[in-house]
């Protein structure tokens, strides 16, 4: 049995994949005279093993592009940590210290931890009132370590001192190995 789909049987595996009922997209393709005929042989059809390879070979690239699609892009990763490792207070304060992100076009969102306002009031009557605004950047250090990760830099360290280590034993085999003065030559 070949294991190459007939143009039919293709045509009947993009219907069911795109949703259409087994039985409709035989009918449609085979030209049945029925749909109790085409459900029948749907089924018997669907059972048949390149058909069903061909159907899991096209779920799973559907799948594959919905997984890529929802993965964010190394580049896009690196601009994010990028924007934490160089986020300071001064982009959300203005020069008197206080929280003022009035006039700028793009708040660095991705390097806000946490942002809680705090509102009081009291004192006599009410009229003491208080607004307190924090805020908390994410640790630009981490990012720094992580962008250092995604480009390698701590293998190539790891590999040095691997090399360093591979180093360090040979040069101690070759203290143990008898000096050339006492070797007897080759006869």
């Not at 595996?13 to 049945?32: E, W």
Request: proline letters at 3%; hydrophobic letters at 40%.
């Amino acid at each position: 049995m070949s294991d190459i789909l007939t143009q039919k049987q293709e045509n009947f595996i993009t219907d069911v994949f795109q949703d259409v009922k087994p039985s409709l997209a035989y009918f449609n393709h085979y030209n049945c005279k029925s749909l109790n005929v085409a459900s029948a042989a749907a089924t018997r059809l669907l059972k048949v093993v390149k058909v069903q390879a061909r159907l899991h070979q096209l779920r799973s690239q559907l799948a594959e592009r919905a997984i890529s699609d929802k993965v964010m892009p190394e580049l896009e990763r690196k601009e994010v940590l990028s924007e934490i490792a160089r986020a300071r207070f001064g982009d959300f304060a203005n020069k008197d210290g206080h929280l003022d992100i009035s006039g700028k076009d793009k708040l660095n969102n991705a390097a806000l931890a946490e942002l809680k306002t705090t509102k009081w009031e009291g004192g006599k009557e009410g009229r003491a009132k208080s607004l307190t605004t924090t805020i908390k950047l994410r640790d630009p250090i981490a990012a720094i370590k992580e962008l250092n990760l995604m480009d390698g830099v701590y293998e190539l360290e790891k590999r040095n001192v691997y090399n360093d280590i591979k180093v360090l034993v040979v040069r101690e085999e070759l203290k143990q190995l008898p000096s050339p003065d006492i070797v007897e030559r080759g006869k």
